[in-house]
């Protein structure tokens, strides 16, 4: 008699099918940043330009980013994301001070700060409460 197993049916493992593959998160943190334009984002995530699309396509039919045509000839477009999209930003939080504090202790990668000048310590919010947070 054979015994089929069943994975546990999770939230986690259903959000990791949208976002954990290579190159989604690192995607939607340029978008986080700002950075919209196709050709920006593989640059600054090194992805390829298939790869990259497949990905941005995923995000866009699971309601996470959108895409607006900004040039008609040739057609061209960029990447912004919903507000379901924007909640990923605070997991892109999450997993940076993980990595800051278990993967580069020492010198993290990334030091964040607000637009108003204030050093980003603890959460995303500006001291001032002008801020908006970027990394230098």
């Not at 954990?20 to 700002?34: C, D, F, K, P, S």
């Not at 309601?63 to 990923?88: I, K, M």
Request: proline letters at 6%.
């Amino acid at each position: 008699m054979s015994t089929s197993i069943q994975p546990r049916e999770c939230s986690i493992a259903d959000a990791l099918g949208l976002v954990g593959e290579r190159w989604t998160l690192q995607a939607v943190r340029e978008l986080t940043h700002g950075v919209h334009c196709f050709d920006r984002i593989v640059r600054n995530t090194g992805a390829s330009r298939d790869i990259l699309t497949a990905r941005l396509r995923k995000l866009e039919a699971a309601g996470a980013v959108r895409r607006e045509q900004y040039n008609v000839h040739p057609p061209r477009y960029e990447y912004h994301l919903t507000p379901a999209g924007g909640e990923l930003g605070d997991v892109l939080l999450t997993l940076m001070k993980w990595g800051d504090r278990h993967l580069n202790p020492e010198d993290p990668p990334v030091r964040w700060q607000h637009s108003c000048g204030e050093a980003a310590r603890k959460g995303a919010h500006s001291p001032t409460g002008r801020g908006v947070l970027t990394a230098e």
